[in-house]
């Protein structure tokens, strides 16, 4: 907690050390330093609480706190604060701060959301290889969030709101979209926190009937339990618990016959409250800004140079994409052989993973090789991330697999 809340005072710092130059009544370099040097400082002894925290954690769980998706998101959290310390050592870019700081805040929310409690590991999950492939991944990781930062900071600076153009509006839409797709996430972080304050709850029995090879039919039920109101009620369920909602009596609809296992109803239920709350959410920011989001964060970043915001960028990314080709591939097939005596199963989470690291090889290519700078680059910087973070919330909590992590 002493992390988060410096982590949301250095935003707000850098934040004032942006938007507030313009009518501070120093010099806008001496104001953006001034305020610049005092978030940085904030961050860095966020970082140090939060460091704490990890160690703290580990002595008192016996293993490295990595292991189900409160630990490894906050975990991640944390490693993109060590990235960003060090790109800002290296560039000191202000503006950086304030769009990678309201990211780590996001995901430190994000973890809060699941069960905190610390849960002994399974034997094939306690071994070194676990710790050496989890945090180097993430830290590779870490690194492609800055630079999803520094990729968005560039596109909101160079789109022109003045063009009316089919191609200028395409440009608007889609960088507008990508903070929206930021904003899901937090309407889904806000949606959670909202219904458990106010204590709702509702549960259902689904009975899964399978047939052995003997043609005898094998009969299961198990118990669904919501935190967030049920639209969608899972598939062949009876009602045990259901609080009324808005007139809401019962769900809705119920969850389709082709969405497997027990808790599919209750996902797809939280993907629809997610993008519920985050067109609400949007709504009201749009409400007070009178304008589209990037139209207003755009004069802020009048003064900033496109081509500084691409470089680091490039840099993070560079710096990111070895330290994950070790932990994700590497190191993490060395582990699956020990664990599982393979080498590669083609599970949901190795796919993704050779996807991303695919991914970030073509970025690397097409900019080396074939020029692809300024916003070509820069877009795809932003879907990459797009893509790690797909792979860390939908295959994690979407798709069922050995890298599900328990507590969703």
């Excluded at 490295?64 to 993109?80: D, H, K, V």
């Excluded at 970030?360 to 300024?374: E, F, K, T, V």
């Amino acid at each position: 907690m002493v992390a988060f809340y410096l982590y949301c005072a250095s935003f707000i710092t850098f934040a004032i050390a942006v938007g507030g130059k313009r009518w501070s009544n120093r010099k806008p370099e001496d104001h953006a330093n001034r305020w610049g040097k005092i978030g940085f400082g904030l961050a860095v002894v966020g970082w140090i609480a939060h460091l704490t925290f990890f160690f703290t954690r580990w002595y008192g769980g016996g293993h490295i706190p990595t292991s189900n998706m409160y630990e490894f998101m906050t975990f991640l959290g944390m490693a993109i604060m060590f990235a960003f310390i060090i790109v800002h050592l290296i560039y000191r870019n202000m503006l950086l701060g304030a769009f990678a700081l309201p990211l780590v805040v996001i995901i430190v929310a994000y973890a809060s959301v699941f069960p905190s409690e610390v849960q002994p590991l399974i034997p094939a999950l306690n071994n070194v290889w676990l710790k050496i492939h989890v945090t180097t991944a993430a830290t590779g990781e870490a690194f492609f969030a800055v630079g999803f930062a520094a990729a968005l900071v560039q596109l909101i600076r160079v789109v022109d709101f003045t063009r009316t153009d089919k191609a200028g509006r395409r440009s608007q839409f889609w960088t507008e979209f990508s903070l929206f797709v930021i904003i899901v996430l937090v309407g889904f972080i806000v949606a959670v926190f909202a219904f458990r304050g106010a204590g709702y709850e509702a549960s259902f029995t689904q009975e899964k009937v399978t047939i052995a090879d003997d043609g005898t039919a094998l009969s299961e039920v198990n118990k669904v339990e919501y935190s967030l109101p049920p639209l969608v009620a899972p598939y062949n369920s009876e009602t045990v618990v259901f609080k009324p909602f808005l007139g809401m009596s019962k769900p809705l609809v119920e969850a389709p016959s082709w969405l497997n296992g027990v808790n599919a109803g209750r996902k797809l239920n939280t993907i629809i409250w997610s993008v519920i709350a985050g067109v609400i959410l949007y709504g009201i920011l749009r409400l007070i800004a009178r304008k589209k989001l990037t139209a207003a964060i755009h004069p802020h970043l009048s003064d900033i140079d496109a081509d500084d915001l691409e470089e680091i960028s490039y840099r993070a990314i560079a710096i990111g994409f070895p330290i994950f080709t070790l932990g994700a591939l590497i190191f993490a097939m060395i582990w699956a052989q020990i664990a599982w005596s393979r080498f590669w199963g083609w599970d949901p989470k190795e796919v993704w993973a050779l996807i991303t690291w695919l991914f970030y090889s073509a970025y690397l290519h097409l900019r080396l090789s074939r020029g692809w700078q300024g916003t070509r680059s820069a877009w795809l910087a932003v879907i990459g991330f797009l893509v790690v973070m797909f792979t860390l919330v939908g295959v994690n909590l979407v798709i069922a697999g050995l890298h599900s992590y328990a507590g969703a």
